[in-house]
């Protein structure tokens, strides 16, 4: 029986502010339903003040408490492991006021950070990259955000934090000691606190294979990927992760729910 859904943001419930067809529909039906909500999104720049104020511009309710970012993940990873450290930060704005926020410490000297956080940058050019490796060249530790490589924009696929990753780690000798965001391990304990409910309850809903379906995969969660956004039915069959449910929208979910709820007449 699922008793919490796990919903991906971008291709999945939005795509820039207007809402997916289906979503809104979707969305109303899992409060019917009285099931827990939690939207998860990889974005690091915006907090879930933010989230909530576009997802009710698309005409979805959520609440701020629903919302984890890959800026969550990324701060309590830094609580754990950095929270001492002076943090060379190649990122935007929103990353950086939402560490500082967390009571972590940004600096713009290159001798003086003692780890590194690297995410996107849509400002990012050779200045930037050569700063991180100036800042970051004798070892120092960094993290990523999230891994994605690419992300949906309002009206085409752009470069995400793990483009800028990948430069920042082309110039290095070390690779990031975490990459934060879904799947990791940290996002995926956020979630489930925001869930309140065991893996075994959750059904998680996104666009893309390696981010949303591996992070249900891991914690033994029910998974269904939609194909709104970065995915086709063509890439599942070379993919390591096999959702259990393939849908073209969020329409499909209530077929989803009637089936976890019966499993003997499931088909995957």
């Not at 001492?84 to 009571?103: C, W």
């Not at 940290?186 to 390696?210: Q, Y």
Request: include cysteine; hydrophobic fraction near 40%; aromatic fraction near 4%.
């Amino acid at each position: 029986m699922i008793r919490g859904v796990v919903l991906d943001v971008d291709g999945t419930v939005v795509r820039g502010r207007d809402p997916i067809p289906g979503a809104p529909a979707a969305l109303v039906d899992l409060r019917a339903a009285e099931l827990s909500v939690c939207f998860c999104s990889n974005n690091p720049t915006k907090g879930p003040p933010a989230y909530v104020e576009r997802l009710a511009a698309a005409g979805i309710d959520a609440h701020e408490s629903e919302v984890v970012t890959a800026a969550d993940s990324t701060v309590a990873y830094l609580r754990d492991n950095h929270a001492d450290d002076a943090l060379y930060v190649l990122g935007e704005a929103g990353l950086v006021e939402q560490l500082e926020a967390a009571d972590l410490t940004v600096t713009t000297d290159r001798d003086a950070a003692t780890a590194g956080v690297v995410s996107i940058d849509r400002s990012f050019d050779y200045d930037d990259l050569c700063g991180a490796l100036w800042a970051l060249n004798d070892g120092t530790p960094y993290v990523g955000t999230d891994p994605d490589r690419v992300i949906p924009g309002a009206d085409a696929f752009v470069p995400g934090s793990g483009a800028v990753i990948n430069a920042v780690r082309g110039v290095l000798d070390h690779d990031p000691d975490a990459v934060l965001g879904k799947p990791s391990a940290t996002a995926r304990d956020l979630v489930l606190d925001a869930v309140g409910c065991p893996p075994e309850e959750c059904l998680v809903v996104g666009d893309r294979l390696d981010t949303d379906i591996a992070l249900g995969a891991d914690a033994g969660m029910t998974t269904a990927l939609v194909l709104t956004g970065v995915t086709d039915r063509a890439d599942v069959a070379d993919s390591p992760y096999d959702p259990d449910y393939v849908l073209d929208d969020l329409s499909g979910l209530a077929d989803v729910l009637a089936a976890e709820s019966t499993p003997q007449e499931r088909t995957d």
